[in-house]
Nanobody, 116 residues
Framework: QVQVVESGGGLVQPGGSLRLSCAAS????????MGWYRQVPGNERELVAR???????TIADSVKGRFTISGDYAKSTVILQMNSLQPEDTGVYYC??????????WGQGTQVTVSS
């Protein structure tokens, strides 16, 4: 079993930056993929960015060039650096980790609000 905790959300003006952090604990040696999703009311949860244990990243087209994901599998942490934030980036951001065998664990979510 893996526990996931996010931090770093908040309120920021358009054009600003935020850094989201995620830390996993428990059976972390089985984790091979970590990433971030976001959700707004009435919509499905959507992928923002992922990074696997080999360092391969997947970035949503809507955030390419503005968001960067980095992961440290030795520490079981993943960081989402968000720059040039826009109102459409507002939502609840969830950290997701995947263990070998396909078991997924989610954090509780952190609110990101982009507004002037």
């Amino acid at each position: 079993q893996v526990q996931v905790v996010e931090s770093g959300g908040g309120l920021v003006q358009p054009g600003g930056s935020l850094r989201l952090s995620c830390a996993a604990s428990g059976r972390v040696f089985q984790i091979y993929d970590m990433g971030w999703y976001r959700q707004v009311p009435g919509n499905e949860r959507e992928l923002v960015a992922r990074i696997n244990i080999g360092g391969t990243t997947t970035i949503a087209d809507s955030v390419k060039g503005r968001f960067t994901i980095s992961g440290d599998y030795a520490k079981s942490t993943v960081i989402l650096q968000m720059n040039s934030l826009q109102p459409e980036d507002t939502g609840v951001y969830y950290c997701n980790v995947v263990q070998y065998g396909g078991v997924q664990s989610w954090g509780q979510g952190t609110q990101v609000t982009v507004s002037s």
